[in-house]
Nanobody, 115 residues
Framework: QVRLVESGGGLVQAGGSLTLSCSAS????????MGWYRQAPGKQRELVAT???????NYADSVKGRFTISRHNRDDKVSLQMKGLEPDDTAVYYC?????????WGRGTRVTVSS
């Protein structure tokens, strides 16, 4: 089992910045993909960004150039630096870890961007 704990959400004005962090603990394998998904009210959960332990990165088109994902493999942590936040970025952000056929989720952290 793997446990994911997110932190860093909050309320910010449009144009502002926030950094989300996620720590993984438990049976974390040496190769995995960690990342962030988000779910806005009334919408489906969607990819934000992912990064593998081999540094392969994937961003949603809507966040390219504004968000930066980074990893601290030694500590099994992943961060998401968000700049130029827009009201459409308002959502609950979930940390995700995939290793083999295992897929884990955190409980989520809320990000609210006011206009």
């Amino acid at each position: 089992q793997v446990r994911l704990v997110e932190s860093g959400g909050g309320l910010v004005q449009a144009g502002g910045s926030l950094t989300l962090s996620c720590s993984a603990s438990g049976e974390v394998l040496s190769f995995n993909i960690m990342g962030w998904y988000r779910q806005a009210p009334g919408k489906q959960r969607e990819l934000v960004a992912t990064m593998s332990t081999r540094d392969k990165i994937n961003y949603a088109d809507s966040v390219k150039g504004r968000f930066t994902i980074s990893r601290h493999n030694r500590d099994d942590k992943v961060s998401l630096q968000m700049k130029g936040l827009e009201p459409d970025d308002t959502a609950v952000y979930y940390c995700n870890l995939v290793q083999g056929i295992q897929n884990y989720w955190g409980r989520g952290t809320r990000v609210t961007v006011s206009s």
